[in-house]
């Protein structure tokens, strides 16, 4: 394939020195943006007066480019290939594509473009995945699991107040990409190499054919700034990290010894020599994939930090990490709603374990200071002074035994014991969690208004999101019939 660049100026570029520095094996996401962005402009050429009808319409109906087009790895990238394509099919006319713009408002467009579609359809994934664990927050509203501080049993909890932590989290994510979103639909093209063209192009009007609510102002600003792609794979890596961390509550609430939660069938491996394993896989590869994607952001973030104004090929790698991290991204939230759909909780196994591990000990100690008016550290100090006795004795929390260590230690503060049946009360971890109605709390009913709340929260994501797909649904057609009326009919 004819190299359109060297031309007189340099000798064939040396087939190593090629595949090293040629980006076109990673363009594919790009060619659909690509192939829109020329269009765009021979539009915004032929409206400026800058390009005749003919020359115009035969462009026009030579970018006629299927995404699925195979890339030729001969040549620099996808902008080369689109040109080169062009002109095989147009001849010279095919030379006054590239009239007015540069590989680098056209490039930072596109990515632009990819990421826009990208950040869309994240959103939607993020919105069905937390339908999942809302759907599941809702079946275990009464199941009582333990929370853990410093991986130790802390206090009673709901299944659901579990599952809505995530949900909190997640809703984090989305306003961040939709606030990313604001700042990636904004358009360089009329930027050119650094310094904008001489040649009088509207830039709004080839904003708004492109779908973009902005433009870029400064020309050295739009061909050289990724921080909006860093912003990009910053939140993707928050994605990551929070379904991480998930995964690696499963992976502990999940082992023989918690048995809180039973992780499905379908998800999870077994031992190649030891047949009693049950390996929740799953969520071990999603713990590896968030390395990946955060790797991917830090090695970004090092090869912008000291690039020089304005464009430096070195961006070009900045494009690869980005794909991949979406991917993985977009991937690992598919999975794990199914994961989560068949995901069960044992709340017996839950209450056994908090009642073992004294996880009621300072509502015990609050009851004390609110009910026999001692002050909360010492009731504090009582109060683990009974804890310590009980484990020393290995005496069971809800024995006799128990009570009558505590009696004693309130006794030593010179306050009235309570009666067993109280006490039991007290050590329940039911009765702790329907007794907190704080806001935010673990009660049912505080879950529910959470649920409640995050439903309706989901449905002006999902509103939002169709807003904005309208939008540029509106101006794809307005696009298309710019371009219906130059080409004068139907295409070929």
């Known amino acids: 394939m004819v190299d359109l660049l060297r031309g007189r100026r340099l000798e064939d570029i040396n087939s190593l020195a090629l595949d090293y520095t040629s980006s076109i094996k990673r363009d594919t996401p790009l060619l659909k943006p690509v192939v829109a962005i020329n269009k765009a402009h021979i539009v915004s050429l032929f409206e400026a007066g800058l390009l005749e009808k003919e020359k115009a319409s035969q462009i026009l109906r030579a970018l006629d480019i299927e995404q699925g087009t195979q890339l030729n790895v001969e040549v620099e990238d996808v902008h080369m290939f689109v040109e080169q394509m062009v002109k095989e099919k147009v001849g010279e006319v095919g030379g006054f594509l590239n009239l007015g713009k540069s590989r680098n408002d056209q490039v930072a467009s596109a990515i632009r473009i990819a990421i826009r579609e990208s950040i869309l359809d994240l959103i939607t994934s993020l919105i069905n995945l ?18 853990y501080t410093h991986l130790q049993v802390a206090q009673p909890i709901t299944a659901a107040h579990w599952l809505l932590a995530y949900v909190d989290m997640l809703k984090r994510d989305i306003d961040r990409l939709f606030q990313n979103y604001e700042r990636v639909n904004s358009s360089p093209m009329g930027a050119a190499a650094c310094a904008g063209t001489t040649l009088n192009i509207d830039r709004h009007v080839e904003a708004e054919l492109l779908g973009f609510k902005s433009v870029v102002a400064n020309s050295l600003d739009a061909v050289s700034s990724r921080d909006f792609l860093l912003e990009y794979m910053w939140v993707l890596s928050s994605i990551m990290l929070t379904i991480s961390r998930m995964s690696e509550d499963i992976n502990f609430l999940s082992n023989n010894e918690v048995g809180v939660i039973k992780v499905p069938d379908a998800y999870s491996s077994t031992s190649s020599a030891m047949p009693q394993k049950k390996n929740s896989v799953v969520t071990e590869i999603s713990r590896a994939t968030s390395a990946i994607v955060v790797s991917n952001l830090f090695g970004a973030m090092c090869i912008y930090k000291g690039l020089p104004l304005s464009y430096n090929l070195d961006l070009q790698e900045m494009t690869p990490k980005t794909w991949e991290s979406y991917e993985q991204t977009k991937r690992t939230i598919e999975v794990f709603r199914g994961l989560l759909a068949n995901l069960e909780f044992d709340g017996k196994r839950g209450e056994e374990i908090l009642v073992q591990n004294f996880s009621t000990a300072m509502e015990l100690a609050e009851y004390i200071t609110i009910e026999m008016r001692v002050p909360f550290r010492e009731a504090h100090h009582l109060v683990g002074s009974y804890v310590k006795q009980c484990i020393g004795d290995r005496v069971e929390p809800t024995s006799e035994g128990a009570y009558k260590i505590l009696v004693k230690e309130l006794e ?63 101006a794809s057609l307005r696009f298309e019939d710019k371009i219906e009326k130059i080409i004068g009919g139907e295409k070929s």
Not at 131 to 138: C, I, Y
């Open 412 to 474: 030593r503060y010179g306050v009235k014991a309570i009666s067993f049946k109280d006490y039991l009360k007290l050590i329940d971890p039911k009765e702790s969690v329907f007794k907190k109605t704080i806001y935010g709390a673990p009660n049912p009913s505080s879950t529910e208004r959470m649920m409640e709340e995050g439903r309706q929260k989901n449905l002006e994501y999902m509103n939002a999101v169709g807003r904005e797909r309208e939008r540029l649904d509106k």
């Open 130 to 147: 937390i339908n999942v664990l809302q759907l599941k927050a809702a079946e275990n509203s009464d199941k009582i699991i333990p929370s």
